[in-house]
């Protein structure tokens, strides 16, 4: 396993480039343009473009010009991006998104086409858990697992503020694991309807059970009424109902973690994504991983995200 260099912006560092961070999400594009030191000179968001690879790469450039002529302390940049998947090791084509216009494509070669200058590109949630081991709510911690519960669910491993990569560019990617209903307590198992069908080809993967899409899914087989996520952890539905996907929701979690910490022990995991924004998520996640990890007792700690969901495009930032 390899890792990334990564640099902590200090003082001393002032005289190089400024840096600008792109995080490709489902749904939206954060842009965000550093200072060498942190300073942050220039941020923006805009709607993701829906099935259109080409309008992916016309948004891209545009964010990245505008970024690149915007105020700043020098008149160089490096672009660093964050994409959900990864580029293939073996055809550097994108594979492994749930943005699946992108899979198959080159997107690194055709954006450094565009914009005639290299760039460095890295899975979003490699990036997201860069900026949290670095300063965030996993600084100090030597090995940190960040996680994204979002529109999909991803993960990195950052070991001493370096990202880990792996010669099959998945490292983290615990989303598409398949998630062990069968070590649920036999009243919550027997509930569950299973054979949850994943863009990846195979069924029950974590994704489908943890993702925003998954909670939706829960909520409608049980209830028989529709809601997002959003609605239904922000009270647009009934308490009852409410308090019974969160309970399930949590056990989920719970148990498709421990499959995290019994494999690499990590000292902290980092929650970020929209889903990580639920109330008391990651205290009644600790309370519930006891039965699924191979241990008599558990130090690792599990913490909501510093700097919310601006820690992915920080990270992309810091690729440099």
């Known amino acids: 396993m390899a890792l990334e260099a990564s640099r902590e912006p200090t003082e001393a560092s002032a005289q190089l480039p400024d840096r600008i961070g792109i995080d490709l999400g489902g749904t939206k594009i954060a842009t965000l343009k550093l200072s060498a030191t942190g300073k942050v000179l220039y941020q923006q968001r805009q709607a993701t473009p829906q099935a259109s690879y080409q309008g992916i790469l016309d948004a891209l450039s545009k964010t990245i010009t505008a970024a690149q002529q915007a105020a700043g302390s020098s008149q160089t940049t490096t672009i660093g991006i964050g994409t959900p998947g990864a580029r293939s090791s073996k055809t550097g084509l994108m594979k492994n998104s749930n943005t699946t216009v992108i899979n ?34 996993g600084a100090g911690a030597d090995l940190v697992f960040g996680v994204i519960l979002g529109t999909g669910v991803g993960g990195g491993i950052c070991l001493q503020q370096r990202i880990a990569n792996g010669p099959n560019a998945i490292v983290g990617e615990w989303g598409h694991n398949l998630m ?38 829960t909520y409608r087989e049980i209830t028989g009424q529709s809601a997002t996520a959003l609605e239904i952890f922000s009270g647009s539905v009934p308490n009852t109902y409410r308090q019974m996907i969160f309970d399930l929701y949590c056990e989920l979690a719970a148990l498709g973690l421990s499959t995290v910490i019994n494999v690499i022990d990590p000292d902290c995991i980092i929650l970020g994504g929209g889903l990580s924004n639920i109330e008391g998520l990651n205290r009644e996640i600790v309370s519930r991983l006891s039965p699924y990890v191979f241990s008599d007792h558990i130090n690792t700690v599990v913490a909501k995200a510093k700097h919310g969901d601006a820690s992915g495009v920080r990270g992309a930032a810091w690729l440099w």
């Open 104 to 137: 198959g494509q080159d997107l690194l070669g055709d954006l450094e086409k565009i914009c005639q200058q290299p760039i460095r590109m890295a899975n979003d949630a490699d990036c997201f858990t860069l900026s949290e081991a670095v300063d965030g709510a």
């Open 180 to 217: 062990p209903l069968d070590r649920l307590p036999q009243e919550l198992a027997s509930a569950l309807v299973r054979g949850r069908a994943c863009y990846c080809g195979k069924t029950d993967c974590i994704e489908t059970w943890l993702s925003g899409p998954g909670v939706s899914r």
